[in-house]
C-alpha cells in the first residue's frame, strides 16, 4: 500500500511543489474522474485554494505539520462553516451550517486543505451508499459495483486518488467496509477518542468520527491530528494517544496475543474465510500466539444493533420538520400538513424503514420488550469483549463477510443488505476501535479487507500490528493508478 501523506508533506516542505500547485492538481482531477465515480456531491474549490495559500504561509514560516497543504475531503455529514453539507438527503438541500465540526477545527489549525463533501448514505443509513439522493457512488476497482456505506464517497476518493485521505463517519461499520470493499484502510476509533462535535447524528451513543487513507502510515498521521477531548462534546475522552505516526515500525508482532472467534467467520464468503486465516497463519508464522476464543453472544450483535441504531435515530432525526432548516414543501394547509409532506418528500424509503422501527421499539408497551433488552444485552457484550481483552491483544475478524456487491443488489429483503454488518457491529456496540486493513483480491479481482481488533484506548496497539502487516505481508492489493499520483 501506498504511503501518500508524508511523501507529499517532504514535497511541500522542499519547496518541489506549492500547496496551491498541488491542490490545483488534485482539482483537475476531480473535474476530470468524479463523473466516472461520483465520489463529491458539493465542491470547496475556491475555499481549497484559499487553505492552500495558509498553507503556503506556514510552509514558509516553519509552522507546518505533516497534513500542512495536504488536500483531503470532509464525509457530508461533517460539518464546515459555510459549506453545503446535506448527509445525502433531500431533506437537507440547501443546508449549510454556520460552524465547524471539531475535527475540520483542528486540521484546518495545522494546514489541511478541503476539497469537498462526498458521497454517503442518507443519513448514514446503508452499507452500499445507493440510499443516496445523489446516486450511488461507483467503486474504482470495478465501477460495476458499489463501494460500500454509508462512507462510500469518502472510500472512492481516496482509491481514486481525488483525495490524499478523508474523514468520515462509522455507526455500524461505515468506515471499515468501504474500506475493505475499495481496498483501503480504514480505522474507526475508540468511542470518545474523537470529538463528534460537528457530526450529523444517526445513532449517538454509536457513531464515531474516523479516517479512510492508503497506508497505515497516512492513517495514524491523521489520526494523531483529529484525536483528543473536546469541550464542545462531553462524550470525548482525555486519553494521550501520544504521537502513534512516530513509533510506527519499532516493534514486531513477536508475543503478540491474537484473538480468533470461529463465530466471526460463521457464514461468511469462503474467498474471504481463506484470506483472512492465510493472514492469521502470516502472524503465527511471525511469532505472535493465536487464541482461539468463544464469542457466542456475536449472535446476538445484529438486532442490538439495529434496535439501538434505529431507536436513536427515531430520536436524532424528529428535528428534520421544515421549520427551522433544510427542505419544505411548496403548498400545505396548516403545520401538521407542512412536517407531514416534509417528511415524505424529504427522507427516503430506508430512512423512513428505520424510523419507525425505531419508534416502535420506544413506543409504549414495547420499551421493555425490544429497547430495554437490547441495551441489557450491549452490557453483556461489552462485558464479554472486556474480558476477553484480559487474554489477547487484538482479535482478528473478516471485516465483511463478502466483497463488494454488484450495483442495485437489494437481495431477498433489507434484512439481507442488513447482515453484511454482521462483522463490524460488534466494534460499534462495545465501543472498542478496530482497523479495516486491505490483504488481497478475491477470483473477481475485488478487494478483502480484515479486522484488526483492540481494546478501548488501544488504538497503538491495533496500528502497530496493521503496519506489521503492511510492510511484511504479500499484501495483493494494487494500487490504484489514477487520479493524482506523484
Known sequence: MREIIAPLSQMLKNGDISSAELTQKYIDAIENDNEKYNAYVSKTFDKAMENAKTADAMIKDGSATALTGIPMTLKDNICSDGDLTTCCSKILEGFRPYYDSTVWSKLKAQGAVMLGKTNMDEFAMGSTSETSCYGAPLNPRNVNHVTGGSSGGVAAAVTANIAAYGLGSDTGGSIRQPASFCGIVGLKPTYGAVSRYGLIAYGSSLDQ???????????????????????????????????????????????????????????????????????????????????????????????????????????????????????????????????????????????????????????????????????????????????????????????????????????????????????????????????????????????IGMQIIGKKFAEKTILDAAYFYEKNADIKVENFEGGVVL
Do not use: H, W
Request: proline content about 4%; charged content about 20%.
Open 209 to 447: 468520527i474516523g479516517v479512510l487513507a492508503n497506508s497505515i502510515k497516512d492513517t495514524a498521521l491523521v489520526f494523531d491530528s483529529i484525536s483528543g477531548v473536546d469541550i464542545n462534546d462531553q462524550t470525548s475522552v482525555d486519553f494521550d494517544f501520544g504521537n502513534i505516526a512516530d513509533t510506527l515500525g519499532q516493534t514486531n508482532v513477536k508475543g503478540l496475543k491474537i484473538g480468533v472467534a470461529r463465530e466471526y467467520f460463521e457464514g461468511i464468503n469462503d474467498e474471504v474465510k481463506d484470506a483472512v486465516f492465510e493472514a492469521i497463519n502470516f502472524f503465527e508464522a511471525n511469532s505472535a500466539e493465536i487464541i482461539d476464543i468463544k464469542l457466542p453472544v456475536l449472535q446476538q450483535t445484529l438486532p442490538v444493533y439495529y434496535i439501538i441504531a434505529c431507536a436513536e435515530a427515531s430520536s436524532n432525526l424528529g428535528r428534520y420538520d421544515g421549520i427551522r432548516y433544510g427542505y419544505r414543501p411548496e403548498s400545505f394547509n396548516d403545520v401538521e400538513e407542512m412536517i407531514l409532506k416534509t417528511r415524505t418528500e424529504g427522507f427516503g424509503d430506508e430512512v423512513k424503514r428505520r424510523i419507525m422501527l425505531g419508534t416502535y421499539v420506544l413506543s409504549s408497551g414495547y420499551y421493555d420488550a425490544y429497547y430495554k433488552k437490547a441495551c441489557l444485552l450491549r452490557q453483556n457484550l461489552i462485558a464479554d469483549f472486556d474480558e476477553i481483552f484480559t487474554t489477547c491483544d487484538v482479535l482478528i475478524a473478516p471485516t465483511a463477510p463478502n466483497t463488494a456487491f454488484e450495483l442495485n443488489f437489494k437481495g431477498a429483503s433489507p434484512v439481507e443488505m442488513y447482515l453484511s454488518d454482521i462483522a463490524t457491529v460488534p466494534i460499534n456496540i462495545t465501543g472498542v476501535p478496530a482497523i479495516s486493513v486491505p490483504i488481497k483480491n478475491d477470483s473477481n479481482g475485488l478487494p
